[in-house]
């Protein structure tokens, strides 16, 4: 071997020895930024205190708390581009006052358009409300115990009142429970659109209305789509149940676990019946079972400005779907059932409530009153399980879906327990509140 063909080799025998130490020191790096990474990361969490003792609530919160941790270190704005919006709201809310964007979005929507804003900390932004659960719990909450974002948010929707409310009624926050459950019977009674009225009775909506809407069951299960109920083992419970109202698009399959696989009435906001993406026509979710749709219409019930400016259009698939599928059970809520339970949660706070109409819980909850000797609803008032994820079966975070920004959730909430039979356990393990029926409501004259 020459002299050359050593010196090669001999290089070779070194850069193999350096890579094989260069490759030692990356994993050791590895290794050791992992081990920081762990420790700084145990060390926060073990500073948040939880509101709760057993294990299982315990690691709920834990991992809400890594979420927000890791959220915090990365770009959320990027994160909000490629997440679906909730049901929260019927249009875009944009404050005219401030930098940020409040996008209550509809859940066929993506929120493309966030903005950050340092005047909003991580905190505020993807606040978790418990100080507004545990009120919630004992029947006591105000506004001020929300976020600025949320603040802020009902702020702009009073002042805007898009919908031209004028309440001239009481505001009375002292009414008994049972005070408030004859209110409740007596001035929120099930209307749906027959026909009857113009422009309907001319279009010929007589004939396409089914027959008035008056089941009867003795125990009723309204499943709401919170985010909350992942990991609640309810399905079987849920099921036991006479009859099971779920809401929108909220699906069954891979969450029976949790919120059980019995439908027996669906509520739909018509952007299901005018958005293509929900499948309408072909969705299972849709097939035998009773669909209950609504929109909102002028608080002055005008009919024929409704007809022709409905927030969706849903006139047109209603029209279609009759006359594909005449013998389903297919309603549209009268807009004066749903204004009604606009005024009942008015009159029962001294604030001054979002002028928009009430969430799809809140009017599924009062219509299951009306068919129902006991309604049970599940996480409508969170449990300890409360996360800002909106739907358990979507992957957005947003407390406004929880609290409210567009519909007046809190002050609805608020009511439904102040309404409510259920114990303390119920409420905290469960979210789980028990309302009578109004055929078990008796009032006096």
């Known amino acids: 071997m020459g002299v050359q063909d050593s010196i090669l080799l ?35 969490l073990n500073q948040t205190s ?22 915090s270190h990365t770009s959320r704005w990027d994160q909000y581009a490629e997440k679906r919006g909730p049901f929260q709201s019927r249009q875009v809310f944009q404050p005219s006052h401030t930098r940020e964007e409040f996008h209550f979005r509809n859940s066929d929507e993506r929120s493309k358009e966030v903005t950050p804003n340092s005047d909003y900390s991580d905190d505020d932004y993807f606040s978790n409300g418990w100080s507004v659960v545990r009120g919630l719990w004992k029947g006591q909450v105000s506004s001020k115990m929300l976020s600025r974002r949320l603040r802020q948010a009902m ?23 049972q005070e408030m459950l004859c209110q409740m019977k007596q001035q929120a009674k099930l209307r749906t659109l027959d026909g009857s009225e113009q422009p309907f009775s001319h279009l010929g909506f007589q004939q396409l209305a089914p027959p008035k809407l008056q089941q009867m069951y003795k125990t009723c299960a309204v499943v709401t789509s919170a985010g909350a109920i992942l990991n609640s083992s309810l399905g079987r419970e849920i099921d036991s149940h006479d009859a ?29 019946l005018a958005n293509h993406i929900h499948k309408f026509n072909s969705s299972l979710l849709f097939k035998n079972i009773t669909l209950v749709a609504w929109d909102p219409a002028p608080y002055n019930i005008d009919l024929h400005k409704w007809y022709q400016h409905p927030d969706y259009d849903l006139f047109k698939p209603y029209i279609n779907h009759r006359n594909n599928f ?64 909106c739907h358990y079966y979507e ?18 909430k608020v009511l439904v327990k102040r309404m409510s039979a259920a114990s303390e356990e119920d409420l905290k393990k469960k979210g789980k509140v028990t309302l009578p029926g109004f055929s078990k409501i008796k009032c006096t004259l």
């Open 155 to 177: 702020r702009e929707y009073v002042d805007s009142n898009n919908h031209k409310v004028l309440y001239k009624g009481q505001q009375k926050t002292s009414k008994s429970r």
């Open 50 to 71: 939880s509101p709760f003792n057993s294990e299982s609530q315990h690691s709920s919160y834990v991992q809400h708390s890594a979420r927000t941790i890791i959220a």
């Open 10 to 44: 001999g290089l070779r025998h070194v850069m193999k020895q350096s890579g094989q130490l260069l490759l030692l020191i990356l994993l050791l790096w590895m290794l050791l930024f992992l081990a920081v990474f762990t420790y700084l990361t145990d060390s926060e």
């Open 395 to 412: 992957t957005y975070y947003d407390a406004a879906c929880t609290l409210g920004a567009y519909h007046p959730l809190l002050y609805e």
């Open 326 to 389: 005449p013998e389903q059970p297919f309603y549209i809520l009268h807009p004066s059932f749903i204004w009604n339970l606009w005024d009942i949660v008015q009159s029962n706070t001294q604030e001054n409530i979002q002028p928009n109409p009430p969430s799809s819980g809140f009017l599924g909850i009062i219509m299951m009153m009306n068919f129902c000797e006991e309604v049970h609803v599940y996480e409508y008032i969170p449990s300890m399980r409360q996360t800002s994820l």
């Open 244 to 272: 099971v109202l779920r809401f929108n698009a909220a699906p069954c399959k891979d969450y029976e676990r949790d919120v059980g696989s019995k439908t027996t009435i669906r509520i739909i906001n018509s952007q299901i």
